[in-house]
């Protein structure tokens, strides 16, 4: 059994409850994940003082847990992926749980001052080297959508490629895709895979009458569980429960990753 606590979109340095925060960090202080992920804009303008007024948050979870970030669009504003990659980590990274066979793998969405996201053909290509379908647990974090979600607006939701995307998460038949951007807890399940949106967890930056919250993730051997958890009071929903099972689904044609994997345009 694999335990993660999936937050997202602190934003610290607009509309950020210190309160909220050190409830989140109250409740990985008690549960002990296996991991926690935090699917980006950790900050609100790309500032390298909001990066540094947050690392000592960040601190108290690493010294509970693994840790595990990627950039959102507001960690990018004003050049701030180069602030990400010196305080936080690399824009793209993978966690390994070795006792608990399973594979956390970060890519960058965000762009330089822009609210759109994309993956990119040459992430893509560096994303399927990591994944081995022999692994029990395979997930993916990334801030944008790939799938809209109602209540979260209609502008710059998905990456641009979410189609390939999507296709790359049939294909590795990943158990769980992890994101955050537009605030809004959703899950959607397509064939292997569970698409899990975060709230935004530590900020008043809610949409609708929604509470600011955070996933609590359980892998079991193929079957999932996710709670919500309020970051106000620490109550937990059921948002999803599921027990696999595996959808045969032909492809009409080689897939585009499987172009790109046979090429050597991206090798070192
Ligand atoms: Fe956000």
């Not at 993956?119 to 647990?137: A, I, P, T, V």
């Not at 993730?217 to 109550?235: K, Y």
């Amino acid at each position: 059994m694999v335990n993660l606590i999936h937050i997202s979109d602190l934003h610290y340095g607009s509309e950020f409850v210190p309160e909220y925060m050190e409830n989140v960090i109250k409740y990985i202080e008690d549960e002990s994940p296996d991991a926690v992920i935090c699917t980006g804009d950790i900050i609100h303008k790309g500032r390298i003082t909001q990066f540094k007024g947050v690392l000592p948050y960040l601190k108290r979870i690493r010294e509970c847990t693994r840790f595990l970030a990627v950039p959102g669009n507001h960690d990018a504003k004003n050049s701030g992926i180069i602030f990400f990659e010196r305080l936080i980590g690399p824009r793209r990274s993978r966690l390994i749980i070795d006792d608990k066979d399973t594979l956390i793998v970060g890519i960058c969405s965000a762009r330089d001052d822009i609210a759109y996201g994309e993956c990119g053909d040459e992430q893509l290509d560096w994303c399927g080297r990591q994944f081995d379908k022999n692994l029990e647990n395979r997930v993916l974090a990334l801030h944008h959508h790939l799938i809209p979600v109602p209540l979260s607006g209609q502008k710059f939701t998905t990456v641009r490629d979410a189609g390939e995307v999507l296709e790359f998460t049939q294909l590795f038949e990943l158990d769980l895709v992890l994101m955050g951007h537009r605030h809004v807890p959703h899950a959607y399940v397509i064939g292997p895979t569970t698409f899990l949106y975060c709230g935004t967890s530590t900020s008043k930056k809610v949409r609708a009458d929604d509470s600011p919250s955070f996933n609590h993730i359980i892998l079991n051997e193929g079957d999932i569980e996710v709670h919500i958890v309020n970051s106000t009071n620490l109550e937990r929903s059921l948002l999803l429960e599921r027990r696999l099972s595996r959808t045969k689904f032909v492809r009409p044609r080689r897939t585009r990753i499987e172009h790109l994997l046979s090429s050597s345009v991206w090798d070192d």
